[in-house]
């Protein structure tokens, strides 16, 4: 994608025309809006800051205005780009399932014939699945399209509605399975198939915070179906500090969102919310400058960040909110695998699934089978909605109990099932569903999930103790290190809970997050090994090497947060383990007591025992060529490998790396000086760079003594 140049100021000019605030909409800003505004303010308010559209949120006490909504859009020139219509799918366990499958509700329905009427066409965003938030355990194959086919039988009725009225259906994410990239897409094809082309992909950043990482990744993968992006600020971490929607730019991975849309080539509706219990125009400027602010950073015209308005956004930790992959139960399973294939074939269901959907054009039986898509297929977008043919045929039935509920709060869940669910009710003379009984997948999954249960309650007992024993802690100022977040910070933060958990007494604590979002790591008083009155005996290379070797142990039993992202500068040959990085005297620290501490973990990432040894070597060996005594660095080096106790098929496979890592580091200096940016260019400058390149053929040439030194 070949972006414009900037031309003049102010930052606006430079920022693609799909990008510009006039073309993006703005949504969640009727029901969270902490002033309250009517439709008239609300919709004199976007026209005052620049937005032309507006995705129209809504609740039960809303409905009533909607008339007074529209009129007002219409008087102050703003689009109704979209309009929420939520279908949640119920599932099978839930005793009205057949009276709700499938079912538009007269709420949805008086909205999108009121629309049509006053000559509007919004995209119907809808969501099918309320979910838990985090990383899902996938489905079997057969498992997952059972349930993509069941999804589009619900969702059948709605795109046909609106089809008729020239309108399209945004199918977004919530949490859960129903929320993850490749159910969004199968759904789609699915009705695709069905010559439902008129359903596309809206993806909400604020439920996807574990697909963040791999968002070029996921972007790739919906960008055929993606006609909509909503942005929010994510940081990294959220998902333990509860920040997990602010405005755009305030997180600390939004400019990697941003990257990730630009150079992704995709052009659609983007979207900001107003999610909170703050003053909806401020939040939206907050977003607005924000991203204005990211798009200039990545056109490479940087500017200070913008000042908010809004200092502390208000959207409060939510203890349900976890970047743990979330497992179906067995009962889940069953249900989704099997009822789910015997519901397919049992003629009496379908045909009460789709009561309320039928359409004499497509007949049931033939909807099941992959069909070519209809002439009028058209790709879903806010912008050109294509006119359909006739309306086809619809029942009005009385909108549920349940479907009602969701629209009374703005945070109101979906109805939860008994706690003993009843079955459906009973078909006329419906085949017997087979059970299957578990496959192999699912028993290990349900032995996996068993041993991780076991190992969570493991720890909380042991955590509970120690809190027990220490008692409450405060926390002063000269205890903590506070650090400004960063991509990398909520994985550190895991990392060192899960090493003071483990045990391990090398690293400082993390304390997690202040009301700033900055990240709290506990100062280690002490004395820097590379401070003239460290104790000799921090340098003995056979105790650093016990000490990597323990820390390394500590380590092993690490599972990385899906939400995870590592610094990776320097790309090691494997990464089977996440290690420190930069294990040297200026990292390590005495304590009074003569015990050692690593410190500044902010390189960690994947890697490998060696690779983290081998950097290690040059520092404490050292490896200098300026030093060139090559008996002192060969004893010392023979010393810090028989201190971590390496055997000898391992002792070869370091003396390579000894070279790599340095001229690794050569090649990061290198690389980050290009970018005219300091520290980086001052120690080019100061020729730091040339050392390290001087270092790595030095290691080179005298590979044979190392290994002499090593195995002799």
């Excluded at 899902?136 to 498992?143: E, F, G």
């Excluded at 609106?162 to 945004?170: E, L, S, Y």
């Excluded at 849309?261 to 659609?268: D, I, K, P, Y």
Aim: hydrophobic share 40%.
């Amino acid at each position: 994608m070949t972006l414009p140049p900037r031309v003049v100021p102010p930052s606006q000019a430079a920022i693609p025309g799909w990008c510009q605030r006039d073309q993006m909409a703005a949504s969640h800003l009727v029901a969270h809006d902490a002033l309250r505004r009517g439709p008239d303010e609300r919709a004199r308010m976007l026209r005052r800051i620049g937005i032309r559209r507006i995705v129209w949120d809504w609740r039960e006490e809303h409905l009533g205005a909607f008339d007074a909504e529209l009129d007002a859009l219409r008087r102050h020139q703003v689009a109704l780009s979209g309009m929420w219509t939520p279908l949640p799918m119920p599932a099978f366990e839930e005793p009205d399932y057949a009276s709700r499958f499938g079912v538009v509700p007269m709420a949805i329905k008086t909205l999108i014939t009121e629309a049509a009427r006053r000559g509007y066409a919004p995209d119907l965003w809808t969501q099918i699945g309320f979910g838990q938030a985090g990383a899902q355990v996938p489905l079997s194959n057969q498992a997952h399209q059972a349930e993509v086919n069941r999804a589009a039988d619900h969702l059948a009725g709605l795109a046909r509605l609106a089809r008729g009225h020239g309108m399209c259906v945004v199918l977004t994410n919530h949490g859960g399975w129903a929320g993850e990239p490749r159910t969004l897409v199968g759904v789609v094809q699915e009705l695709a198939r069905r010559g439902l082309g008129n359903v596309g992909i809206g993806f909400r950043l604020q439920h996807a915070h574990h697909l963040i990482a791999d968002l070029d990744h996921h972007i790739k993968t919906m960008e055929e179906h993606l006609v909509a992006f909503m942005l929010s600020g994510a940081d990294a971490g959220a998902e333990l500090s509860g920040r997990v929607i602010l405005p755009f730019g305030a997180g600390s991975r939004d400019r990697w969102v941003t990257h990730a849309l630009l150079e992704s080539g995709w052009r659609g509706q983007l979207v900001i919310h107003a999610v909170g219990q703050d003053d909806s125009e401020a939040r939206l400027l907050d977003s607005l400058d924000g991203w204005e602010w990211s798009v200039d950073r990545f056109l490479r015209h940087p500017r200070p960040r913008p000042v908010p308005r809004i200092l502390e956004p208000t959207w409060p930790p939510n203890a349900a909110w976890t970047g743990r992959a979330v497992a179906p139960t067995r009962a889940e399973r069953t249900v989704r695998a099997d009822a789910v294939l015997a519901a397919q074939a049992t003629a009496a269901v379908s045909a009460a699934t789709v009561a309320t959907a039928a359409d004499p054009a497509v007949p049931r039986a033939a909807a099941a089978q992959p069909a070519p898509a209809s002439p009028d297929t058209h790709v879903p977008g806010p912008h050109v909605p294509t006119p359909y043919g006739q309306r086809a045929p619809e029942r009005q039935p009385a909108r549920t109990e349940s479907t009602a509920a969701y629209f009374r709060a703005p945070n109101a869940a979906p109805p939860r099932p008994p706690a003993t669910p009843p079955l459906p009710p009973a078909a006329p003379s419906p085949p017997p569903a087979v059970d299957l009984g578990p496959t192999r997948r699912q028993r290990r999954a349900e032995r996996e999930e068993g041993e991780r249960t076991a190992r969570e309650a493991t720890k909380a007992a042991r955590n509970a103790q120690r809190e027990a024993a220490r008692g409450p802690e405060r926390i002063g100022h000269r205890d903590v290190r506070i650090i400004a977040p960063d991509p990398y910070t909520g994985a550190i933060h895991a990392l060192l809970l899960h090493l003071e958990d483990a045990g391990f007494t090398g690293a400082p604590r993390s304390f997690g997050w202040d009301d700033k979002g900055r990240h709290l790591v506990e100062f280690v008083p002490g004395t820097r090994a590379d401070h003239p009155k460290a104790p000799e005996a921090v340098l003995d290379p056979a105790r650093i090497g016990r000490f990597m070797s323990d820390m390394h142990d500590a380590l092993e039993s690490f599972e990385p947060p899906d939400y995870a992202l590592w610094f990776d500068g320097l790309p090691p040959p494997g990464g089977d383990l996440i290690v420190h990085h930069d294990i040297a005297p200026s990292n390590i620290v005495v304590r009074a007591d003569g015990t050692l501490v690593a410190i500044d973990w902010d390189a960690a990432g994947p890697g490998t025992r060696l690779w983290d040894l081998a950097y290690a070597a040059h520092a404490f060996t050292p490896l200098y060529q300026a030093d060139a005594d090559l008996a002192h660095a060969s004893r010392r080096l023979r010393g810090l490998v028989d201190g971590y106790g390496l055997d000898d098929a391992h002792r070869k496979q370091l003396v390579p790396l000894l070279a790599m890592r340095s001229q690794r580091m050569y090649e990061y200096l290198d690389k980050m000086r290009a970018t005219g940016v300091s520290p980086w260019t001052d120690l080019w400058d100061r020729g730091i760079g040339t050392v390290w390149k001087a270092d790595a053929q030095w290691i080179r040439d005298h590979s044979d003594v190392w290994e002499r030194a090593l195995l002799s």
